[in-house]
């Protein structure tokens, strides 16, 4: 059996344990095993009404009303303790930070390897498996080899599919014996950003500048571009060490990753921590006064220039467009 | 109040990756090393904690002796302390990481941890597992919370939030409690070469790290960086003269005016 870790809001299925649930099947019919799935929350029985399309045979539904808020702990504990239960060959989770954190307690408390950030996994006695390093400027092949398998599947780097048959899901609920401690820690309140306008992750357009910006007054300009592009400002970590932009900012590996269909590059080298995190993005248009820059070889259109006429220039043309 | 920073030493690299011909390792002959962002700023929160409540701060890592480097640099952003876990270069697993740093921060302090505050980054910059800090968490009975974007200590308790889609989720850890911090925490601080001079001056302690015995595991068979497919960018011109080609390529092109 494939266990899978579902996280939802209010009873509806997260995109990434979607997408964790398709790596699942696949190694779930790889070695025709059943597919089973875990959840938490009085809510998550509704589950069993929209991963039956996923093949999903089995859902364990852990109720216990103090799982309606977030523990980590009592979460990975569940697990652990279904574990025991049903000795699935794997565990795979979302690659969210949830996931991560709680298949981690999972792997600590059965002494069990644990494969984080996987793209592909093929099954077998051990599995051979590619994960990403370098937040997916690198790849690795590598085995994992442990009785019960437990796999994180990376982010948003394939589309959920639905099994060939729908199944019917049969909840079932599971009541494992969780003690005051497992409740150590747990979210204690959710705080709503007061934040307006669009976010760097989900922008359509975004315009990026990095140290060849030159100063925090100069962003003026593109937030000007940004604007008449209906798209929000970006930046490199040189900009954000300046101290020009906050680091909410910040597009690469250690900052937001954006998927929009226009990033315009302004300033930037193209440094790997800072591509991986504009990968999503459908085209690239670089502005950059060395013509050498490495962005010139990533980006899909340039402007060999000085930011500070160019981004001007183009804002008063816009302007005309109108 | 005393707090420990784990870090790791990485490659500072650049504009490309390039592995060494056995594709076990990126080839680093020509790269410098650094403290990962999300550790630089466990570092900086360690020193601000420990400044703050009259405390003691420590950076700690697993590595070859090499990581004195980052250690020391540690040392020069005012860490007090700094401890190395000296191995002989290998890649460690985490879960042989992870049961070393646990033996070495309960070793001199029997049961009861000496600290109060444990940071890790969220997940190493390199090989990022993102599982070495619950599992130190855990062999050391603490509670963890991991993503950490800002932290603040009040009465003897940690509150932690993380981001989360449309706001943050806040949580209150008591003391002493691990986490998994992320870089935008807070502006790691530059060190003077005043202090970097200094740093060169401390010493650094030094202990074997013990691994323990563990079945199985992940094994790395080889690395892979993956091809750009794409080749040069086309090129719509040079300075203010290319914007007419911009413009049309925004409107016919891309359809985004
Ligand atoms: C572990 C790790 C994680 C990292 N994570 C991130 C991350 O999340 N995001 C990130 O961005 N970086 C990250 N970095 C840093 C990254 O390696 C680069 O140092 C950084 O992206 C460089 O920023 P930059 O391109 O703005 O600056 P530079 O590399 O200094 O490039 C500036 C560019 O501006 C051009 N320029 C200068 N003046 C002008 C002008 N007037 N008009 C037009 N062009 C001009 C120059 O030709 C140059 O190409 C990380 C590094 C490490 C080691």
Redesign the pocket.
Known sequence: MILSLVEHAGGRPEETSLEALTLARELATATDAALEAVAFGAESAALGEKIGDYGVETLHHVGDERLDTYAPEAWAESIAQLLDATDPEAVVAPGTDRGQEVLAHVGARRDLPMAANCLDVEAGDVYELSRQR??GSLVEHACLDSDTKLVTVAEHEFSPETAAEPTDTSVQPFEPSLDESAFRVTVDRVEESDETGVSLGEARVVVG??????DPEDYDKLETLADSLSGTVG??????NEGWRPHDD???????KISPDLYV??????????M??CKGADNILA????PE???MQKADYAVV??????VPELNDALADER | MDTVACIKR??????KLTLTDDEQEIDTSHLGF?I???EECAVEEAIQVADDHDGTATVMSLGSVDADEQLRTGLAMTADEATLLETDGEEWRPRETAAALADALSADSGTDPEFDLLLFGNES??VANHQVGVRVAERLDMPFVAGVSDLTIEDGIAVAERDVTGGTEVYELDLPAAVGVK?GLNQPRYASMRAKMQARKQSIGRQDPVAGEFDGGIEKVRLEAPESTEGAAEVLGEGPDAVPAVVDLLRDDLEVI
């Open positions: 370098w937040g500048g990095g140290r060849g910006v030159g930046a490199s970590r040189a900009a954000v910040q597009i690469g590996q250690t900052g937001t590059a302004c300033g930037i080298s193209g440094a790997v921590q800072h991986v995190g502005i950059n006064t060395d820059a490495a962005i220039g000085d930011l500070h006429e160019v | 990485v490659p500072d690299t650049g504009a650094t990962s962002p999300h910059a390199d870089e």
